[in-house]
């Protein structure tokens, strides 16, 4: 199973709800990785998980928390969002490691909107 | 990280082969060079990797120079469906990926 799955496909929240957005793989990779995408505009690393701990925060806001539960799911929960974090949020996974073999896994993205 | 610079754009007649150049000057000595791409509204999908040498899978070819300071994909006979943005990107350990703004490929019939 080479696939990395993201659920929902589309979320559409007020600013004053609190959703989450959930991503799993089976691949045994160690690293996962949450990503924030803008139209017309390359994929912007948020976070990253390694051995299911928080390896990397991109000074991303506080609104935006992530979750790894185990080695397989890693979730991010939304809460008092605004308009501009309307975006297509891209899940990835890879194995751990300087050398070959650790590309990234994508899954094919929550596309949220932030009314 | 390494940061990389490619063209905004390129087109492609269909059949021809894509020639994609990535610079990527800072690259450090032992951080491999990716390329992605990513077709609209999908997640990034990886194509080809390399450190040195230069490499060919079932998708692309990747051509990297003595210096390691810039590369270049080739897609040998490029169709309407490789139309899409494409990434090169340097890996670090840490697993931390900046991804430069891309070459949008048009294939053109």
């Known amino acids: 199973d080479t696939e990395v799955t993201q659920t929902p496909k589309h979320l559409v929240m007020g600013m004053t709800n609190k959703k989450s957005l959930k991503c799993e793989q089976h691949m045994g990779h160690r690293a996962m990785y949450w990503y924030k995408q803008k139209a017309k505009k390359p994929p912007e690393l948020m976070f990253v998980y390694s051995y299911e701990k928080l390896s990397i925060n991109e000074s991303v806001p506080s609104r935006f928390s992530p979750e790894c539960p185990n080695s397989s799911l890693l979730n991010l929960h939304l809460h008092a969002l605004q308009p501009e974090d309307s975006a297509l949020y891209l899940c990835?996974?890879?194995?751990?490691?300087?050398?070959?073999?650790?590309?990234?896994?994508f899954g094919p993205g929550t596309r949220l909107t932030v009314l | 990280d390494a940061k990389t610079t490619q063209p905004p754009s390129m087109d492609c007649a269909e059949g021809r082969a894509a020639n994609l150049p990535c610079n990527h000057s800072?690259?450090?000595?032992?951080?491999?060079v990716y390329w992605y791409r990513q077709i609209h509204s999908q997640g990034p999908q990886y194509i080809i990797h390399?450190?040195?040498n230069n490499e060919t899978n079932e998708m692309a070819s990747l051509i990297i120079t003595e210096d390691r300071k810039s590369s270049t994909l080739i897609l040998p006979h490029a169709t309407l469906r490789d139309t899409a943005v494409y990434y090169c990107?340097?890996?670090?350990?840490?697993?931390?990926?900046?991804f430069g703004d891309g070459t949008t490929l048009t294939v053109k019939p």
């Open positions: 390399g450190l040195k």
């Open positions: 800072t690259i450090s000595g032992n951080e491999y």
């Open positions: 990835a996974s890879s194995h751990l490691g300087q050398g070959p073999n650790n590309e990234q896994f």
């Open positions: 990107i340097g890996n670090t350990n840490a697993g931390k990926s900046t």
